[in-house]
């Protein structure tokens, strides 16, 4: 045991595989990201399928964002609080379970149901596989390549997605989620050669979990509803003041709490702040704009799998530029890249946005590819930077912090997005807001961005 409390492997101690481990990361990362994207494009058939309107089609999506975000911060905690190793195999084996159940839903009910649990699970595959990679990369440099690789995971379910989503739409939606299963299993398979994780054991932080999770439920159910019965009706605007009253309480319990599952001291760190804030932006840009564009090309009488096939070269772009990041980010450093990014992601969406209904589908699918170059270029960099910043003993509740910002910014931009979709300029305002979101963003990396240095707050002990 170390004074922090953390325990740590013994010298002689078997070390494992860092290649299996960053592989076993990589899938992780993959299908909790693919069933956040896949779904769009089988968004149709689902309604064809279980019936429900536009509200019920948000619920499939954000039951599943809600949830990852809500208990990103509690994973985080668990992660440090019982290896990242084990916690990564309970969340994958969870996760499989879940999209089992979600492949027999009998209704749409039941499907929304499921998508929560394998949101649960999915919450912790993603810090704590964040935090593997951490662990077997303990050089800064190799630990920035290891990152990007494993950020490949997620740059290819990110772009493939809308592609596989309509690919296995023309047999049936539920093939969406039978995937999962041997990939889970691959991934299981591989983290037995993982290394031992070291621990770091404090009391559950009850009272910031529940304040945590009503505040995120209660913002995205009202950003939710507004969009069907508007902001005046009375259920809106009580789900509002009670996800303020929320975060008020939240706040307060972190800041007075003995053992607050976000320690304070994280945010003396600005290197932290401004990650969390790209976080969020990023996700609301990224992760909105195919939810916007798979539900307009489809209602412009674009099938599922001829709406997938635009985002193929979204999805290639992703991939090519993904390797070349961190050399990349050696030579000019973490800010130049990721404020190009946003700024290549910000040219995207404005493109899209005031482009006419008539332009060619090659013409949509070549400005997709502005926005698909900001996923190699932000979220890894800013990635390696949170955990260079963060002591080690941190890195699982740093990674749910920034994973939580993620989430929500993604589940935001369905609720608000899909409110703006009922009417007819729907897609053009939601693109740019998106744009005004990275735009924002970059002058914050800008500003807030340090790269040639650790910036570790202090901790008492």
């Not at 536009?54 to 039951?63: F, K, R, T």
């Not at 030579?331 to 404005?350: D, E, K, P, S």
């Not at 931009?413 to 897609?427: D, E, I, K, R, Y």
């Amino acid at each position: 045991m170390t004074t922090s409390g953390t325990t740590l492997p013994q010298a002689g101690q078997h070390t494992g595989s860092p290649s299996r481990t960053l592989l076993a990361a990589l899938l992780g990362f993959f299908v909790v990201t693919l069933d956040a994207v896949v779904i769009n494009i089988a968004l149709p058939a689902i309604r064809t399928d279980l019936g429900g309107g536009m509200a019920g089609l948000q619920w499939v999506v954000d039951g599943y964002t809600l949830v990852f975000a809500a208990f990103l911060l509690t994973a985080g905690s668990l992660t440090d609080r019982i290896g990242a190793k084990r916690a990564f195999g309970l969340g994958v084996a969870g996760f499989a379970l879940a999209s089992a159940a979600c492949v027999l839903a009998p209704g749409l009910g039941a499907l929304v149901t499921f998508r929560f649990v394998q949101g649960a699970a999915a919450a912790v595959v993603m810090p704590s596989s964040m935090a593997l990679i951490g662990q077997a990369y303990p050089d800064p440099g190799k630990r920035a390549r290891a990152v990007a690789l494993w950020a490949m995971g997620g740059a290819l379910a990110s772009s493939a997605g809308p592609v596989l989503g309509g690919v296995l739409a023309l047999a049936s939606w539920r093939w969406i989620f039978v995937i999962n299963l041997p990939v889970g299993a691959v991934a299981l398979v591989l983290l037995a050669g993982a290394a031992r994780s070291g621990t770091h054991r404090v009391p559950f932080d009850l009272a910031g979990q529940v304040t945590g999770v009503i505040a995120m439920a209660a913002l995205v159910y009202g950003a939710i509803e507004a969009g069907r019965s508007g902001f005046a009706d009375t259920g809106v605007l009580v789900a509002l003041v009670v996800a303020v009253v929320a975060v008020v309480a939240f706040v307060v319990v972190q800041v007075r709490g003995a053992h607050p599952m976000v320690p304070p001291v994280l945010f003396r760190s600005r290197t932290v702040v401004t990650a969390v804030v790209i976080g969020l932006a990023f996700m609301v840009a990224y992760y909105g704009m195919p939810f916007v564009m798979s539900l307009v090309l489809q209602d412009r009488g674009l099938s599922s799998l001829t709406t997938g096939v635009v985002f193929v070269p979204m999805m290639l772009a992703g991939l090519v530029l993904t390797p070349i990041v961190p050399r990349l980010v050696e030579r000019t450093g973490a800010r130049a890249v990721v404020v190009t990014g946003l700024g290549l992601m910000t040219a995207g969406l404005v493109a899209l946005a005031l482009v006419p209904a008539t332009t060619p589908t090659w013409a949509v699918a070549a400005l997709m590819m502005l926005v698909g170059l900001g996923g190699p270029t932000v979220i890894p960099p800013v990635i390696a930077v949170l955990l260079d910043a963060v002591p080690a003993h941190r890195a699982g509740t740093a990674s749910g912090v920034l994973n939580t910002s993620r989430q929500l910014g993604g589940a935001l931009a369905v609720a608000v997005f899909g409110a703006l979709l009922t009417a007819p300029s729907g897609m053009r305002v939601s693109l740019l807001l998106a744009a005004a979101v990275t735009v924002v963003a970059a002058l914050i990396a800008v500003a807030g961005l340090r790269v040639h240095h650790q910036d570790h707050p202090k901790e008492t002990h």
